[in-house]
Structure formats: structure tokens, C-alpha cells
DNA sequence: CACTATGGTGAACGCTGTTTACTCTCACAA
DNA sequence: TTGTGAGAGTAAACAGCGTTCACCATAGTG
């Protein structure tokens, strides 16, 4: 660490932003991602508006701040997840960091709204949405890479691809390969993205309430579907 | 139709009230949900915004009319992908119902975000949301079902029950019974909503643009997951 | 000690939803 | 034909929002 000791206005500073962010983070939780305003959070820490822009350049350059917070404290929290579980088989604690993935966005609707919900222009940054695009995001991409990493390093991957040759694979996921490089065989990263894409559509209908007109518990459905999405990586 | 010759008045009233919408989703396609604004929408029509009050509660209430048009008009386009197709195998005009809904959503974003994305207090309506817990939702549900009824009526569903016994598949699919009623066997409800979240995940985050860090296109994708859907459904 | 960067204020601009009081006009009944 | 009342629209106002600007105090530094 080469963090020089800060200066006394650096700490009042960095004090004062984790305060705004507080107060952000309270509003988002009591009225959603729209319920975030300078104005509201100036009220709560007893400023007047302007003075928020001394920290933060716009309302959506506080809005991003927090979305890369959420970002890290998820990652975190699904990481712990498999460490928790660091005695059993690779693809067993994808499943509890898939788990930890849910729980952390039902206990957190507003913030997953946030991070996951529709990028509407205005409230949500716009380009660096969640997708690794940003590094906060890439870093959550990355905690599963890891562990997936350990299962194919012990069991290789057996084939299985899903009808499409390795060429187009290629092509096709151009970006995460520019990201993350090819770590690993190109049928592992389609079946990865596919989970991901039914993950995210069970969390995100769960946590919207867009699955309220069909059933009263979500559970058993995502326990269910959990196992089929891991024992066809497992393959 | 017992509709009376409508008079005069409530002919420009309808009339009006089309305006208003039309101009509403206007703003809506050109700067998403939050750039729907009464202010905006008296300047397009030049009248001032109280006016606007005449016609709607709020503009809540303006935002859940259009949600309800918006899925009248999904449910049409997913109907008519099914009847362009009448003469091939009712799953299989599920698949062309899946890609009309694929279609239409990824050509209309806003709207797709407007009646899917996160229901966020003070721009959604809230409750009401999506799910067929509204009248339109429930129509556009039913598109489905009435072709795979098709299909079970001619091929009875055969088992593959998810693990989930039937006592416990009824408990928890009690709000989709009590809408739709019992008609089919506990274990293809499941399948539809598991197919539906599934499906709902690809396109919802391809329209929001969360699948952009990892892939160029993500009709290869859908296409095999929707095969997979479907056959799942079939056996 | 002087000076400057930093943090904060108050006023203002333009935007938003919504309410209130008021006016005008058109349809309809006496 | 002449009221009359319902309907449609307006202007003004209130409260809130993000953002910018001019200004001021203070704390840290040369």
C-alpha cells in the first residue's frame, strides 16, 4: 500500500461522501431509484443542494458511485458464499453463490432495481450499465469465473455444445472473450452466459413481483432450475 | 354491441383521448418512462397541463392506460405469430409466439421497459404491474395457453414431473389456478413458468443491454434455449 | 502574514405534478 | 327561443426537482 496518510481535509472529505452515499442508499431504500434527489439528501445531512457538487459532479455521478458500491458489496457477498462452502465441489458452490445472488437481491429490491433494472435514461447511468463494461461489474463476472475455473481445471470439459460450432462461438461472444480472454472452452462460456440469462430471469421476476400472478414462493422453482443449469455445466 | 351512437362530445372526447396517448408514447420512445411528462404532452397537443386532468386521474393513471394498450398490443402480435402458422404443430407455434414476443420487445425498448422492467413507485404503476393480476396481462397469457392447450389436448402431457409433488405444485401455483382455473396437469404449469422466466431473462436483458459485455448477438442463444424450452415442454 | 484552494450559501432558471378558482362554450330542456 | 348546467380549458399558484452562478468564510500552505 502506498496510501499516504491523509490530510486531515482529505478525511473530512472522504467522510463526508460516505455520508451523501448514506443518505442516498436510505432514499433508494424508501422510495426506490427515483426517490434518490440532491435536495433530499442536502436536507438529511443539513447542506443546502449546491454544496453536493462539490463531491459529486451530477445527481447520476452519485447515482453511478453507489451502483459500483452495490456492485462490490455483492460481489463480496456471493465470494463469501463460496468460501463458506470451500470443502465441497467446485459446481456444489456455484449453486450457493447462485443462492447468495438471490437472497442478496430480495433483501435488496430497490438496490437490484437499480443495478439490474431497466436503464432508463435520467436515473440509471446509461452506457456503463451493470454488464462488465465497468470494472465494479466485471469483478462480480469474475468471482464465478474463478470457481467455475477450478471445476473444469479438475474435471475437463466433456462436449455437449449447444449446436453451434466453435467458430461462431468465437465470433459471437467477441466481447467477453476481449474482457475476461479464453480461459476457457467456448461451449463453457455459452452454457455460462445461458445460466446466467435464466438466473437473472427468476431473481429479477421474483424481486419485481412479475411472477406474484403465478405462485406464492419462487423457491422450489429456483432450486429446481438451479440444479438443471449446474448439472448441465457439469457435463 | 349495444355501444349507443356515440354523441358528439364523447366523439372528441375519445378523440382527445387518443391525442393524449399518442403523444405520450411519443415522449415515451424518444426518451423512455421518466420523459413522459403532462407539461410535455399539453405543449405537443397545445393545451396547457390541467386540462390534461379532464381525462386522466394522474399521471399514474395516464402511464397504466398506455401499459394496458401496450399489452393488448403484444398480445395481438404474439396471437397473430401463432395463426400465421396455424397449420404446424402447436409447439411449434409456441416457438414462433416466443420470437414474435422477442421481435416486438427488442423494437420497442421503452415500452418493453414501461410494462416489464422494475416497477419503480411514482413513474409504474405499481400493484397492477405485468403479471395477468391486470386484465391485459391475463389476455396475454392466455394467447399461450390456448395453444398449448391445443397440444395437450392431442399429446397428453407424459410425466418428467420436476421433482415437485403434486400437493405441493398445487399450493404453490394457487394464485395462477385461481385465475386460469385447472386445466392443466400441475406439472406443465410449472414448465410454462419456468420456460416464461427463462425467456423473459434472454430478452429482457438483451433489450436493457446487459448482455452486451459478452456477446455480439444474442439470437444464437435464444434460438437453442427456446429449442430446448419447447422440447422440455413436449416430453 | 498573505494568499489560495476548499466548502458552503442563497438566489435564480427552468423543469416537473397537482390543485384551485375562474371563464367560456356547447348541448339540451323548458 | 331562451335559460341553464355540464364540460373543457385557462391562469395562477404551491411544492418539489437538478443545476448554475455569484458570493463568502475558513482552513491549510507558501
Redesign the pocket.
Known amino acids: 500500500m502506498t496510501t499516504t496518510t491523509p490530510?486531515?481535509?482529505e478525511r473530512?472529505?472522504a467522510e463526508?461522501v460516505t455520508e451523501i452515499k448514506d443518505a442516498a442508499r436510505r432514499l433508494l431504500v424508501a422510495g426506490g431509484p427515483a426517490a434518490?434527489?440532491?435536495?433530499?439528501?442536502?436536507?438529511d445531512l443539513?447542506?443546502?443542494?449546491?454544496?453536493?457538487?462539490?463531491?459529486f459532479?451530477?445527481?447520476?455521478a452519485l447515482v453511478l458511485a453507489i451502483v459500483t458500491d452495490l456492485f462490490e458489496d455483492l460481489r463480496a457477498t456471493v465470494a463469501d458464499a463460496a468460501t463458506d462452502h470451500g470443502d465441497e465441489e467446485p459446481l456444489v458452490r456455484v449453486g450457493h453463490m447462485a443462492r447468495a445472488f438471490r437472497r442478496w437481491s430480495l433483501d435488496r429490491p430497490a438496490e437490484f432495481a437499480l443495478m439490474f433494472g431497466s436503464p432508463v435514461p435520467g436515473i440509471t447511468p446509461f452506457a456503463e450499465q451493470c454488464g462488465p463494461f465497468n470494472d465494479a461489474g466485471a469483478r462480480f463476472g469474475e468471482t464465478f469465473f474463478t470457481v467455475l475455473g477450478e471445476h473444469y481445471a479438475r474435471h475437463p470439459f466433456g462436449g455437449a455444445a449447444p449446436d453451434l460450432p466453435d467458430p461462431a462461438l468465437r465470433e459471437l461472444f467477441a466481447p467477453y472473450l476481449d474482457t475476461f480472454g479464453d480461459r476457457f472452452p467456448l461451449p463453457v462460456i455459452y452454457l455460462f452466459v445461458a445460466a446466467w440469462t435464466r438466473l437473472y430471469g427468476i431473481v429479477a421476476m421474483e424481486v419485481f413481483g412479475h411472477l406474484r400472478w403465478a405462485m406464492t414462493d419462487v423457491e422450489p422453482l429456483f432450486e429446481v432450475e438451479l440444479a438443471r443449469m449446474v448439472s448441465r455445466m457439469a457435463r
Open positions: 490530510s486531515r481535509r473530512l472529505r463526508t434518490i434527489s440532491l435536495r433530499a439528501i442536502a436536507r443539513g447542506m443546502t443542494a449546491p454544496a453536493l457538487y462539490r463531491y459532479a451530477s445527481l447520476d
